[in-house]
């Protein structure tokens, strides 16, 4: 914190919050939870006091207290504070503003962000700042909150960084909390993640232009596979190249997949499975074998088996198993790369 006698701007509480200003303001508009002091009489300037109130606001909110109740428990937590003194510097520590330029591929992940003091109640442990506003937006049903913070990721770590190091931690903390509190919070985790396919979709549509003369990525979730999220980050990085894809989504029967692939003619086909019972090896190896192209320069495509689903299964000629969205990106990425330097489409 630059300046702690006269407190920290409305920007820097939500960074250090996880949520966005608008949410901070409207806060004080509905329910009165305002900063202290007003720098020069406009500017909101919040004291270490204004903080462990929307502090413990964030904390009660994300453990499904209503707005308006956590709102008035936590003006006593702030009058608590102001009657014990406490504005010392040390109670508010120094804000932590992520300033990292959009990285590459080649360059080292950035290292998690010190841990939030408010929690958003699900089990995230060790994470980037903004995967906890995430997480505490999505429990709060927060939807105008997730859309500007997935923008905002998107915007400065990149596709690929956003998903593997907010969005994913996010749903799967949802997804634990969920299984572990008798189906509690399954609005919280349809809201999210149709939030995020919505920002991964937009990704995809403001990524490069495709490359429409080259074959196409077919993307598909195995027949029994419902979840499609993590085809449609695919689907966003491919973008991001200027690659061009088919997605099919989720629960694709092997009669249309086959279909797909003989008249499309991909590059390359990214079968997701989530669980190992939905992992049909059988199908992978139907796919890696089909054929198309003139006679004399019939090609086939690299399958990728993507997901979890197919830990312990050991690839056949024609197949790859990446270990992530970025490693998936890496192969495709290549494949076109050395296509172009052959001279082929």
Known sequence: MSDTAHGITTGAVARRLGVSPTTVRSWGRRYGI???????????????ADVAMLEEMCRLTASGVAPAEAARTAQQVRSAAVRAGDGAPAAVPPVEVVTEPRRSREEPAPQPARRAAAGSGLPLGDVL?????????????????????????????????????????????VGKKWESSDDRYVDVEHLLSWHISTALRRAAVTGPADACSAPPVVLACA?????ALPLEALAAGLAEQGLPTRMFGAAVPAEALDAAVRRSGPTAVALWSQARSTANIALARHVAGTSFGVLGARRTPLVLLAGPGWLGR???????????????????SRLYAESAGSGGA
Do not use: F, K, N
């Open 34 to 48: 305002g900063p202290t002091v007003r720098a020069d009489g406009r500017h909101r300037r919040w004291s270490p």
């Open 129 to 173: 700042l903004e995967c906890r506003g995430l997480a505490r937006a999505a429990v709060r049903l927060d939807g105008p909150t997730m859309e500007g913070l997935l923008q905002d990721v998107l915007a400065q770590y990149g596709l690929v960084t956003a998903w593997e190091e907010i969005m994913a931690p996010a749903l799967h903390a």
């Open 223 to 227: 027949p029994a596979e419902q979840h």
């Open 314 to 332: 050991t690839p056949a000629p024609g197949m790859a198993r990446p270990a992530g969205l970025r490693e998936a990106i890496g192969i495709i």
